[in-house]
């Protein structure tokens, strides 16, 4: 493993497989499902004017927002040099910060909301409770979770490979770790939904006291 990622798992999305992710996640009918999503799953938010996401890929959450909320400031973290480039022609170089979520330096930029999409569920354990953190202190009001859901935590094959998908209840961590965290809002996206597919995750809307 590569000195400059704390663990396998960051290796495998900053190398060859995130970049083969980039082609199987931009299409014009999944911007309409994360159109979608958005619209539901921020509908109790109130008004949203900026938004930092962990793990952006390359922009396709940012994208929808875009359409929702005209005026929102976007942000972005991605490790993968590929991914970053293209989030960085949507939403400026200076508002990526390429590179690991370990590494993100949150004091001091703080947003309306902080979003994590389908990232959490790829995380070392080990790991978790230092991007809650970060989810955490870059909010100034909301936290945006939507990851695959179990109560308890468990290991799923993905794609051939071994330890490099965690289903568990991240929300309910999150909700311990923090008291001043309250639940607004949840939902789920079904995979065989007619009209919108989704991926089979469970989103949450959590906001500061």
Same mark, same amino acid.
């Given at each position: 493993?590569?000195?400059?990622?704390?663990?396998?798992?960051?290796?495998?999305?900053?190398? @060859? &497989? +995130? %970049?083969?992710?980039?082609?199987?996640?931009?299409?014009? $009918? #999944? /911007?309409?499902?994360?159109?979608?999503?958005?619209?539901?799953?921020?509908?109790?938010?109130?008004?949203?004017?900026?938004?930092? @996401? &962990? +793990? %952006?890929?390359?922009?396709?959450?940012?994208?929808?927002? $875009? #359409? /929702?909320?005209?005026?929102?400031?976007?942000?972005?973290?991605?490790?993968?040099?590929?991914?970053?480039?293209?989030?960085?022609?949507?939403? +400026?170089?200076?508002?990526?910060?390429?590179?690991?979520?370990?590494?993100?330096?949150?004091?001091?930029?703080?947003?309306?909301l902080a979003l994590i999409k389908?990232?959490?569920?790829?995380?070392?354990?080990?790991?978790?409770?230092?991007?809650?953190?970060?989810?955490?202190?870059?909010?100034?009001?909301?936290?945006?979770?939507?990851?695959?859901?179990?109560?308890?935590?468990?290991?799923?094959?993905?794609?051939?490979?071994?330890?490099?998908?965690?289903?568990?209840?991240?929300?309910?961590?999150?909700?311990?770790?923090?008291?001043?965290?309250?639940?607004?809002?949840?939902?789920?996206?079904?995979?065989?939904?007619?009209?919108?597919?989704?991926?089979?995750?469970?989103?949450?809307?959590?906001?500061?006291?």
């Amino acid at each position: 493993m590569a000195e400059k990622f704390k663990t396998p798992q960051e290796e495998f999305w900053a190398g @060859e &497989f +995130g %970049a083969d992710y980039i082609g199987r996640n931009n299409s014009p $009918q #999944l /911007l309409a499902s994360k159109l979608n999503f958005f619209s539901k799953a921020l509908k109790q938010a109130g008004p949203v004017t900026s938004c930092l @996401e &962990f +793990g %952006a890929n390359i922009g396709m959450n940012l994208k929808a927002l $875009q #359409l /929702l909320y005209p005026d929102i400031h976007l942000q972005a973290v991605e490790i993968n040099h590929d991914a970053a480039m293209q989030v960085k022609n949507l939403v +400026g170089e200076s508002n990526v910060f390429e590179g690991s979520i370990f590494e993100y330096p949150v004091a001091g930029n703080k947003v309306d909301l902080a979003l994590i999409k389908g990232v959490l569920i790829h995380i070392n354990p080990d790991m978790l409770d230092s991007v809650y953190e970060k989810l955490y202190q870059a909010s100034n009001r909301l936290i945006l979770i939507a990851e695959y859901y179990n109560p308890t935590p468990v290991v799923i094959p993905y794609r051939g490979h071994t330890d490099r998908l965690f289903k568990r209840d991240f929300a309910g961590e999150m909700l311990d770790k923090y008291p001043d965290l309250k639940l607004v809002d949840y939902g789920f996206c079904y995979q065989r939904d007619p009209a919108f597919v989704g991926a089979d995750d469970t989103w949450f809307l959590m906001q500061k006291a």
